[in-house]
């Protein structure tokens, strides 16, 4: 099993910054794509950033520019530094990751509990 926990969220104005980190714990072989969702209410969660074990990332459109994933393999840890936030980037953002555990060396997804992010305006 894998366990993801972030951490990191809070109450931002506009123009302001925050960074996210998300630690894996577990019986984890090894742990392929990592990323950043975020969900509002009423609306399905949507990929915010993604990346990859050697360090290819892919972003949403929305926050090009913005925001800069990152991870740190040695302590199966995924950071999202989100600057110049928006009101709509308002959500709770989720950690995620794809991984091999020892005892069921299939890729599955896990989740993390969900952090709130609040951008004033």
């Known amino acids: 099993q894998v366990q993801l926990v972030e951490s990191g969220g809070g109450l931002v104005q506009a123009g302001g910054s925050l960074r996210l980190s998300c630690a894996a714990s577990?019986?984890?072989?090894?742990?392929?794509?990592m990323g950043w969702y975020r969900q509002t209410p009423g609306n399905q969660r949507k990929l915010v950033a993604t990346?990859?074990?050697?360090?290819?990332?892919n972003y949403a459109d929305s926050v090009k520019g913005r925001f800069t994933i990152s991870r740190d393999n040695a302590r199966n840890a995924v950071y999202l530094q989100m600057n110049s936030l928006k009101f709509e980037d308002t959500a709770v953002y989720y950690c995620?990751?794809?991984?091999?555990?020892?005892?069921?060396?299939?890729?599955?997804?896990?989740w993390g509990q969900g952090t709130q992010v609040t951008v004033s305006s």
């Open positions: 577990g019986s984890i072989f090894n742990i392929h794509t």
């Open positions: 990346i990859t074990s050697g360090g290819s990332t």
């Open positions: 995620q990751c794809e991984a091999l555990t020892i005892a069921t060396p299939i890729l599955r997804d896990y």
